[in-house]
C-alpha cells in the first residue's frame, strides 16, 4: 500500500526538520511518497533528490503560497504539486514573500528591543534560514535562549502573536489569483490548503475556475464534518482529495509525526529498480547539458542538415559510462555512435541531443530521450527538456509522469481541429495542410513528441526520423493511448517516415489525407 504525505514544513520555512531529517523520518513511517510544501520557499531540489534516492522515498516538488482572499482579508493557503524545478515564477512570488518578511521582521525586532527583551544577535543568522526569513517559531526561539520562555508556545507567544498580539501584523500577503498563476505557469497543479481553517469552502468554484485541482481533506485541524464537507465539494466540483501531517517537527503548536495525516491523491505506484537509474540518470545529464549549452560551442556538420555539437557527445559519454557501468553487457544503440542492431535482450536508444541546432541558436528546445527494449519491444522510457526541467517517464503499462505528476490519458481530436506538428521538408498534401487547425514545428521531433504527451499538440508529421529520434517519445505516446505509424526508408535521404497522434482515430484520418 502507498503512504503518501503531501504537506511537510522543512528548515527552509518554519519546520525544524532538515531535509535528510525529513526523509528519514519518512522512511521510519514507512511513506512511499512525500512532498516538502515550505511556506513561501523553496528547498534546494538536488538536496531533495539526493535524499530521496539515499532513502527510497520518491518525491515531488512542493510549496505552500501564502496568499488571502482580497475581498475579505481572509489567510487563503495555495499547496502546488509536479512543478519544474527551476521554477522561475514561483521563486519570484517567494521572494516577493522574503521581502515582505525580512521588513516585517525588522520592525518586530525593534519593537522587541524596545519593549526591553535582550536576545543574541548572532543567533538571528542561525535560526533564520537559507532565506534569511525569520518565522514566529524563530523569534520565539531567541527568547527561550535569552530565558524570556521554556517553552515555545507558553502565554508568551500568545502575548505576542496571538489575536491582538504586540507583534502580529496586517496581513499582506497577495491574492490568490498571483499564487495559482506562479504555480500553473511552472507546470504545478495546486490543492487549497485546509479549507476548513479559515472556512474558505465559498471560494472552491472560483479556484476551480482558475485552475485548481484539488482541495486537502485530511489534515490535522479538519473535524469529520470537515472533511466530509471537503469530500462533498470535491464530487461536486471535479477535485481530487489531498492530505497530509502539516507537520513543523518540534516548531508545532501540537507535535505531527509525518504520516498523521495522508493523501488520497497522487498514490501512484513508485518507479522501478530500472526507472530510478533512467530517472537519476537524466536528471543528470540535464543538469549537465545545460550547463554545457550556456557556453560556446564547436559544432559540426554531419551532412545534410544534420549537425552534431560537443554536447552531444559529453552526453552520450554520461549515459552510455553509467550505463555500461550499472548494467554490464547490455546492448547499446546511439545516435553519435555506429549503427547497431537490437538484441534478443536488453537494449538501450539514445538520442544524446534531439534538437542541436536548437541547441546552437536558441539555447532551448533541445532534448535528450532513453528508451530500453526488451527484445524489440519497449519497455520504458524517459524525455527530458535541460532548458525547462521537464521529464517525462513511463513504464510498460503504468502510464506516464511529467515531473513525478501522472498525465492523463490522451483525447481524440479531429482531422479540422488538430494542431499540427510539420517536420518535413517534403510537400504534404493539399487536402491534409487544408484540413488542420494549425501548423508548427519546434525543431526537435522528441520536443514536438513531448507537446502529443502534454496535449498541446495533436499531430505530428517527419519524413526524417531514425529509431534514436523516436523510440522514447513513440513509447510513451503509446502508453497514454496515441498512435503512430513508421514507414521504413520512405522519409527524406532513406530516412523513416513518421506519422503520430494523439488517439488511433485521428492516425487513420490523417493517413488517409496523405
Same mark, same amino acid.
Given at each position: 500500500?502507498?503512504?503518501? /504525505?503531501?504537506?511537510i514544513h @522543512?528548515?527552509?520555512? /518554519?519546520?525544524?526538520?532538515?531535509?535528510? #531529517?525529513?526523509?528519514?523520518?519518512?522512511?521510519e513511517?514507512?511513506?512511499t511518497?512525500?512532498?516538502?510544501? /515550505?511556506?513561501d520557499?523553496?528547498?534546494p531540489? +538536488?538536496?531533495v533528490?539526493?535524499?530521496?534516492?539515499r532513502?527510497?522515498?520518491d518525491?515531488v516538488t512542493?510549496?505552500e503560497?501564502?496568499?488571502? +482572499?482580497?475581498?475579505?482579508?481572509?489567510?487563503?493557503?495555495?499547496?502546488?504539486?509536479g512543478?519544474r524545478?527551476?521554477a522561475?515564477?514561483?521563486?519570484?512570488?517567494c521572494? %516577493?514573500m522574503?521581502?515582505?518578511?525580512?521588513?516585517q521582521?525588522?520592525?518586530q525586532l525593534a519593537?522587541?528591543?524596545? $519593549?526591553g527583551y535582550?536576545?543574541?544577535c548572532?543567533?538571528l543568522?542561525?535560526?533564520?534560514?537559507p532565506?534569511?526569513?525569520?518565522?514566529?517559531q524563530?523569534?520565539?526561539?531567541?527568547?527561550?535562549d535569552?530565558?524570556?520562555?521554556?517553552?515555545?508556545?507558553?502565554?508568551?507567544?500568545?502575548?505576542?502573536f496571538g489575536?491582538?498580539?504586540?507583534?502580529l501584523e496586517?496581513?499582506?500577503?497577495?491574492g490568490?489569483?498571483e499564487?495559482? &498563476?506562479?504555480?500553473?505557469?511552472?507546470?504545478?497543479?495546486?490543492?487549497?490548503a485546509?479549507?476548513?481553517?479559515? %472556512?474558505?469552502?465559498?471560494?472552491v468554484p472560483?479556484?476551480?475556475d482558475?485552475?485548481?485541482?484539488?482541495l486537502?481533506?485530511?489534515?490535522?485541524?479538519?473535524?469529520?464534518?470537515q *472533511?466530509?464537507r471537503?469530500r462533498?465539494?470535491?464530487?461536486k466540483?471535479?477535485?481530487?482529495?489531498?492530505?497530509?501531517? /502539516?507537520?513543523?517537527?518540534?516548531?508545532?503548536?501540537?507535535?505531527?509525526r509525518i504520516?498523521?495525516h495522508?493523501?488520497?491523491?497522487?498514490?501512484h +505506484?513508485?518507479?522501478?529498480?530500472?526507472m530510478y537509474?533512467?530517472?537519476r540518470?537524466?536528471?543528470? =545529464? &540535464?543538469? #549537465?547539458?545545460?550547463a554545457?549549452?550556456?557556453?560556446?560551442?564547436? @559544432?559540426?556538420?554531419?551532412?545534410?542538415?544534420?549537425?552534431?555539437?560537443?554536447?552531444?557527445?559529453?552526453?552520450?559519454?554520461?549515459i552510455?559510462? %553509467?550505463?555500461?557501468r *550499472?548494467?554490464p553487457?547490455?546492448t547499446l544503440i546511439s545516435e553519435?555512435?555506429p549503427?547497431?542492431?537490437?538484441? %534478443?535482450?536488453?537494449?538501450w536508444?539514445?538520442?544524446?541531443?534531439?534538437?542541436?541546432?536548437?541547441?546552437?541558436? #536558441?539555447?532551448e528546445?533541445?532534448f535528450? &530521450?532513453?528508451?530500453?527494449? #526488451?527484445?524489440?519491444?519497449?519497455?520504458?522510457?524517459?524525455?527530458?527538456?535541460p532548458?525547462?526541467s521537464e521529464?517525462?517517464?513511463g513504464?510498460?503499462?503504468?502510464?506516464?509522469?511529467?515531473?513525478?505528476?501522472?498525465?492523463p490519458?490522451?483525447? &481524440?481530436?479531429?482531422l479540422?481541429?488538430?494542431?499540427?506538428e510539420?517536420?518535413?521538408r517534403?510537400?504534404?498534401?493539399?487536402?491534409i495542410l487544408?484540413?488542420?487547425?494549425?501548423?508548427?514545428y519546434?525543431?526537435?521531433i522528441a520536443?514536438?513528441?513531448? $507537446?502529443?504527451?502534454?496535449g498541446?499538440?495533436h499531430?505530428?508529421i517527419?519524413?526524417k526520423v531514425?529509431?534514436w529520434?523516436? =523510440?522514447?517519445?513513440?513509447?510513451?505516446l503509446?502508453?497514454?493511448?496515441?498512435?503512430?505509424?513508421?514507414?521504413?526508408g520512405?522519409?527524406?535521404?532513406?530516412?523513416?517516415?513518421?506519422?503520430?497522434?494523439v488517439?488511433?482515430?485521428?492516425?487513420e484520418?490523417?493517413?488517409?489525407?496523405l
Amino acid at each position: 500500500m502507498n503512504k503518501v /504525505d503531501l504537506h511537510i514544513h @522543512s528548515v527552509h520555512s /518554519d519546520g525544524s526538520m532538515n531535509i535528510d #531529517e525529513v526523509f528519514r523520518s519518512a522512511k521510519e513511517e514507512g511513506m512511499t511518497r512525500v512532498a516538502i510544501t /515550505d511556506h513561501d520557499a523553496l528547498p534546494p531540489w +538536488d538536496e531533495v533528490k539526493a535524499a530521496r534516492d539515499r532513502y527510497r522515498v520518491d518525491a515531488v516538488t512542493g510549496v505552500e503560497l501564502s496568499c488571502q +482572499d482580497p475581498l475579505t482579508g481572509r489567510s487563503v493557503h495555495l499547496l502546488g504539486y509536479g512543478f519544474r524545478p527551476s521554477a522561475p515564477h514561483i521563486r519570484a512570488f517567494c521572494e %516577493e514573500m522574503g521581502i515582505l518578511r525580512r521588513e516585517q521582521n525588522t520592525r518586530q525586532l525593534a519593537i522587541l528591543k524596545e $519593549m526591553g527583551y535582550e536576545f543574541a544577535c548572532e543567533k538571528l543568522m542561525e535560526y533564520m534560514g537559507p532565506w534569511g526569513v525569520l518565522q514566529k517559531q524563530h523569534i520565539l526561539r531567541l527568547l527561550m535562549d535569552a530565558g524570556y520562555t521554556d517553552h515555545m508556545y507558553s502565554s508568551l507567544f500568545f502575548e505576542l502573536f496571538g489575536r491582538g498580539g504586540i507583534l502580529l501584523e496586517a496581513d499582506e500577503s497577495p491574492g490568490y489569483e498571483e499564487g495559482m &498563476s506562479a504555480i500553473l505557469a511552472d507546470g504545478g497543479i495546486v490543492s487549497l490548503a485546509h479549507p476548513g481553517l479559515s %472556512e474558505i469552502w465559498d471560494l472552491v468554484p472560483t479556484l476551480k475556475d482558475l485552475g485548481l485541482s484539488a482541495l486537502e481533506m485530511d489534515h490535522p485541524v479538519h473535524s469529520k464534518e470537515q *472533511q466530509e464537507r471537503a469530500r462533498q465539494l470535491a464530487e461536486k466540483y471535479d477535485l481530487q482529495l489531498s492530505g497530509g501531517s /502539516d507537520t513543523h517537527g518540534t516548531y508545532g503548536y501540537i507535535h505531527r509525526r509525518i504520516g498523521e495525516h495522508l493523501s488520497h491523491w497522487l498514490t501512484h +505506484d513508485n518507479p522501478s529498480e530500472r526507472m530510478y537509474f533512467v530517472r537519476r540518470l537524466l536528471e543528470r =545529464a &540535464s543538469k #549537465e547539458a545545460l550547463a554545457l549549452s550556456r557556453r560556446p560551442l564547436s @559544432s559540426w556538420d554531419k551532412g545534410k542538415y544534420d549537425w552534431v555539437c560537443e554536447v552531444d557527445f559529453s552526453i552520450q559519454k554520461l549515459i552510455l559510462d %553509467e550505463i555500461t557501468r *550499472q548494467y554490464p553487457g547490455e546492448t547499446l544503440i546511439s545516435e553519435e555512435m555506429p549503427e547497431a542492431d537490437f538484441s %534478443e535482450g536488453s537494449t538501450w536508444v539514445l538520442d544524446p541531443i534531439d534538437g542541436t541546432r536548437n541547441l546552437l541558436y #536558441e539555447r532551448e528546445n533541445f532534448f535528450i &530521450s532513453l528508451a530500453l527494449y #526488451e527484445g524489440k519491444h519497449a519497455v520504458l522510457a524517459g524525455l527530458a527538456d535541460p532548458y525547462k526541467s521537464e521529464l517525462f517517464l513511463g513504464e510498460k503499462s503504468k502510464g506516464v509522469m511529467k515531473n513525478g505528476l501522472p498525465l492523463p490519458k490522451l483525447s &481524440s481530436v479531429s482531422l479540422e481541429d488538430a494542431l499540427l506538428e510539420n517536420g518535413t521538408r517534403n510537400g504534404l498534401s493539399q487536402k491534409i495542410l487544408s484540413s488542420v487547425q494549425a501548423i508548427r514545428y519546434s525543431g526537435s521531433i522528441a520536443k514536438s513528441l513531448s $507537446m502529443l504527451l502534454s496535449g498541446k499538440r495533436h499531430l505530428l508529421i517527419s519524413d526524417k526520423v531514425k529509431i534514436w529520434d523516436i =523510440a522514447g517519445g513513440v513509447f510513451l505516446l503509446e502508453e497514454l493511448g496515441g498512435a503512430a505509424k513508421v514507414f521504413p526508408g520512405k522519409g527524406r535521404g532513406g530516412a523513416d517516415m513518421l506519422v503520430a497522434a494523439v488517439s488511433r482515430e485521428l492516425l487513420e484520418e490523417a493517413l488517409a489525407a496523405l
